[in-house]
């Protein structure tokens, strides 16, 4: 059979389409997830159902949110999770998932995300993090060793520091390339994100946050000093208690958010002073 053929379906390159089939590993994952009958749950890129149909048996509904409209279809004439299933066909960087939280029952998210999209999918999911109460996800390995990555580790970035400034970042599973049809070239892993109710250090401005992360991370090779030369001096750097020598993938997320505070209460006393 044609790898790339899979159940019906081609596999289609531009929505960077693998297809979980281990059920071994499908099992380990919806262990982890731990779906309960009245979660308020979405699914990612369902593609042929793999997740979908166990998660599905668990919960009373579960909304999914597939960009192919052949796979969406198809999921809308299933003989027994058509029923169980609210289908959104769209684009998830487009979706409001703002729609589906409460108050009283937080959202669950999970999937298995296509690799081309998934660091700016988490991204965009952050600004989320208020209504959510988890997320699982499949990502290439490399992604999740960024993820979980502590300072002085060259994996240690800009993903590391926002995501592990929004959640707890625990990694759940390794996953061969054999698991999927047709096999990726890399290798994956899952990981769980677990937005804080209250973050341990708390930014003034988000924006100023990524900002700072940005312009660091940008010209990693450099000290810090030289990095955010733009926007701090070498006396206000060492006053907020940083080591101008090091690089950006020294520097803690509690120390960017130190940064980011600063520059904010700079931005308001000049507020002030006009």
Do not use: W
């Not at 919806?30 to 890129?45: H, K, S």
């Not at 599973?173 to 990981?191: G, Q």
């Not at 100023?208 to 750097?237: P, Y």
């Amino acid at each position: 059979m044609n790898d790339k053929i899979y159940m019906g379906h081609t596999a289609r390159k531009r929505f960077g389409q693998n297809f979980l089939h281990d059920e071994y590993i499908i099992d380990s994952i919806v262990a982890a997830i731990a779906p309960q009958f009245d979660d308020n749950i979405v699914e990612i890129g369902p593609g042929l159902g793999a997740l979908t149909h166990l998660v599905a048996q668990k919960v009373k509904c579960l909304n999914v949110v597939e960009l192919d409209r052949d796979l969406a279809r198809r999921l809308s004439k299933h003989p027994t999770l058509a029923t169980k299933l609210k289908i959104t066909q769209a684009d998830a960087m487009q979706f409001d998932f703002g729609k589906l939280a409460n108050e009283n029952n937080q959202l669950r998210v999970f999937g298995n995300l296509p690799y081309n999209i998934a660091t700016p999918l988490m991204f965009y999911l952050f600004e989320f993090a208020s209504k959510i109460k988890d997320m699982h996800f499949m990502l290439q390995k490399e992604v999740v060793n960024r993820l979980c990555a502590g300072p002085d580790c060259k994996t240690y970035g800009r993903l590391t520091v926002m995501a592990q400034y929004y959640c707890k970042v625990i990694p759940v599973l390794d996953v061969p390339p054999s698991a999927f049809k047709p096999a990726p070239k890399v290798d994956s892993a899952v990981v769980r994100l677990e937005p804080y109710n209250t973050p341990p250090f708390i930014t003034k401005s988000i924006k100023i946050l990524t900002q700072v992360c940005s312009m660091a991370f940008n010209q990693r090779r450099k000290t810090i000093r030289n990095g955010l030369r733009d926007i701090l001096t070498l006396e206000q750097l060492q006053e907020i208690g940083i080591d101008t020598t090091r690089r950006a993938e020294n520097i803690s997320v509690e120390q960017y958010v130190n940064i980011a505070n600063y520059i904010y209460d700079l931005k308001a006393a000049e507020k002030v002073d006009k």
